[in-house]
């Protein structure tokens, strides 16, 4: 009779094919892949001897499909700043759930970097967490960066005075009163070096800082989410 039941369970709608029981009664089964989550779901049956498909039945899913976000290693570990902390957890399938579970962490501090490997997994399966640390080198205390970015306001004024020292070099003066323009030039020059690399930003320790931090992870599946609590000690 190529009756069909559509089982709608929030936007994801899933085609069943009923078993024939009598005039008035079918019968269907609803795969647990179509109810990985609770929510509201209709169900409709269609007929093409009708012109119109039946009334929808409209209920609540208050069960379905899960999953569980645990640990299979320490959920503790101590780093050096610099170092990397890989932790080892595990997704579970429960009640026949048959989905895909998206993964993501948090930033524990500044200075670190955080992702899951796979960044998801089909159904169940094990999956890695790893929290990479900074160092805290000490920067130079002077800053190269500083001369490419002052250099042309520098230029223009150290050629000005290379001109002022040609005029005065040209000029009929004594041998003292050119080693005199010399030496100033010389100092002016210096004095426009040093205005162009700069004194300021002295350096320090930059990098991940010491300390007891929580990396949170997250699992999600459509509507439902999990998370698990990791500890980072940074020495």
Same mark, same amino acid.
């Given at each position: 009779?190529?009756?069909?039941?559509?089982?709608?369970?929030?936007?994801?709608?899933?085609?069943? #094919?009923?078993?024939?029981?009598?005039?008035?009664?079918?019968? %269907?089964?609803?795969?647990?892949?179509?109810?990985?989550?609770?929510?509201?779901?209709?169900?409709?049956?269609?007929?093409?001897?009708?012109?119109?498909?039946?009334?929808?039945?409209?209920?609540?899913?208050? %069960?379905?499909?899960?999953?569980?976000?645990?640990?299979?290693?320490?959920? #503790?570990?101590?780093?050096?700043?610099?170092?990397?902390?890989?932790?080892?957890?595990?997704?579970?399938?429960?009640? %026949?759930?048959?989905?895909?579970?998206?993964?993501?962490?948090?930033?524990?501090?500044?200075?670190?970097?955080?992702?899951?490997?796979?960044?998801?997994?089909?159904?169940?399966?094990?999956?890695?967490?790893?929290? #990479? #640390?900074?160092?805290?080198?000490?920067?130079?205390?002077?800053?190269?960066?500083?001369?490419?970015?002052?250099?042309?306001?520098?230029?223009?004024?150290?050629?000005?005075?290379?001109?002022?020292?040609?005029?005065?070099?040209?000029?009929?003066?004594?041998?003292?009163?050119?080693?005199?323009?010399?030496?100033?030039?010389?100092?002016?020059?210096?004095?426009?070096?040093?205005?162009?690399?700069?004194?300021?930003?002295?350096?320090?320790?930059?990098?991940?800082?010491?300390?007891?931090?929580?990396?949170?992870?997250?699992?999600?599946?459509?509507?439902?989410?999990?998370?698990?609590?990791?500890?980072?000690?940074?020495?």
């Amino acid at each position: 009779m190529n009756s069909k039941i559509l089982f709608k369970l929030n936007a994801n709608t899933t085609t069943i #094919t009923p078993t024939f029981l009598d005039a008035g009664h079918l019968s %269907g089964v609803i795969p647990a892949a179509a109810i990985q989550t609770g929510g509201d779901a209709q169900v409709t049956v269609t007929d093409p001897l009708q012109a119109n498909p039946t009334n929808a039945l409209t209920f609540v899913v208050t %069960g379905g499909g899960d999953f569980s976000l645990a640990f299979t290693d320490q959920t #503790t570990m101590t780093v050096t700043a610099g170092q990397t902390a890989t932790y080892t957890l595990t997704i579970a399938a429960l009640n %026949g759930f048959a989905g895909t579970v998206s993964l993501s962490c948090s930033l524990p501090a500044t200075a670190t970097t955080c992702s899951a490997s796979p960044p998801s997994v089909n159904q169940a399966g094990n999956f890695t967490v790893a929290v #990479t #640390t900074t160092s805290r080198a000490f920067l130079p205390y002077l800053q190269p960066l500083r001369i490419q970015r002052y250099w042309p306001l520098a230029a223009p004024m150290i050629l000005v005075a290379l001109l002022v020292l040609a005029i005065l070099l040209s000029a009929k003066r004594t041998r003292r009163q050119r080693g005199f323009a010399g030496a100033t030039f010389a100092l002016v020059t210096l004095f426009l070096l040093f205005e162009t690399v700069g004194c300021g930003g002295g350096g320090g320790p930059h990098g991940t800082p010491a300390g007891t931090y929580t990396v949170t992870v997250a699992g999600t599946s459509g509507s439902t989410s999990h998370t698990a609590n990791l500890t980072l000690v940074v020495n």
